[in-house]
């Protein structure tokens, strides 16, 4: 059983449009997103931490800012995409439809990638409204 946890808050924009949605999601538009990660563990290292909240700013902040901070995420579906890439507009590709879950899910694999050991991640994409993806192999 986890006993331990820290959480590291990033900020980033990204714009995003919803394909096979009613809603005005399906216009193209921005996000002020808060990105939260979370890291478990039963124990604490030498140190007496889960992780160091540098560490875990330094994995994914960076893959965040290069990959998805200030850009269009996209679905490879939308027809708006050849346009905007042939306007050498900036955007990030997603295989699936860009909704906040599927954000999350992707940088939660992009960090337990590079080796983070990630319970959960969540995406504020409001004040009032986030979407989570969760780990089953975390907290070794």
Same mark, same amino acid.
């Given at each position: =059983?986890l ?16 394909? $096979?949605?009613? @809603? ?7 996000? $002020?997103? %808060?990105?939260?990660?979370?890291v478990?563990? @039963?124990? %604490? ?21 290069? $990959? ?5 995420? %996209? ?11 042939? %306007? $050498?507009?900036?955007?990030?590709? =997603? ?23 990630? =319970? ?21």
């Open positions: =059983m006993q331990f946890k820290v959480t590291k808050q990033i900020e980033f924009c990204y714009g995003h449009r919803l394909l $096979n949605y009613d @809603g005005k999601c399906k216009h193209l538009h921005g996000h $002020n997103g %808060l990105l939260e990660i979370d478990a563990a @039963g124990s %604490l290292d030498a140190r007496g931490m889960v992780a160091d909240f540098g560490d875990i700013k330094d994995v994914v902040k960076e893959w965040v800012d290069t $990959n998805m901070d200030h850009q269009m995420i %996209l679905s490879k579906d939308d027809p708006i995409l050849k346009l905007l890439l042939d %306007l $050498n507009e900036p955007v990030y590709v =997603m295989d699936e439809n860009p909704t906040a879950e599927n954000i999350a899910k992707r940088i939660h694999e992009e960090a337990q990638n590079a080796g983070l050991d990630i =319970m959960e991640t969540r995406l504020w994409e409001t004040p009032s409204s986030y979407a989570s993806y969760t780990s089953s192999e975390s907290g070794s």
